[in-house]
């Protein structure tokens, strides 16, 4: 196997991130760029539109943004993500 198809698979295997923000929350620019620094990718949805923040709040329970997810499980928001990159866990759980 050549080295690029194994990084090509490993990005495959990768749970999809999703963070969920508004534009001028500075948790969400904190969240994104650790994910970025990690180098991981993820799916922004903004919940600007206030019916948007309903839905999320109803799905997640959360009342405030970020709210990140990583493939199905509920991370939490930017202390709790923080708190898994600092434990060493961050790159187990999305599959790195």
Request: proline share 4%.
């Amino acid at each position: 196997m050549r080295h690029g198809d194994g990084e090509k698979n490993d990005i495959m295997a990768m749970k999809p991130i999703r963070i969920y923000t508004t534009k001028i929350c500075p948790y969400c620019i904190s969240a994104k760029r650790l994910l970025e620094a990690r180098k991981l990718s993820y799916e922004e949805v903004s919940v600007s539109d206030p019916k948007a923040r309903v839905e999320l709040s109803e799905k997640s329970g959360m009342r405030t943004v970020p709210v990140i997810y990583i493939g199905e499980e509920l991370v939490g928001g930017f202390t709790e993500l923080d708190a898994l990159d600092k434990a060493g866990r961050l790159m187990e759980m999305v599959g790195s």
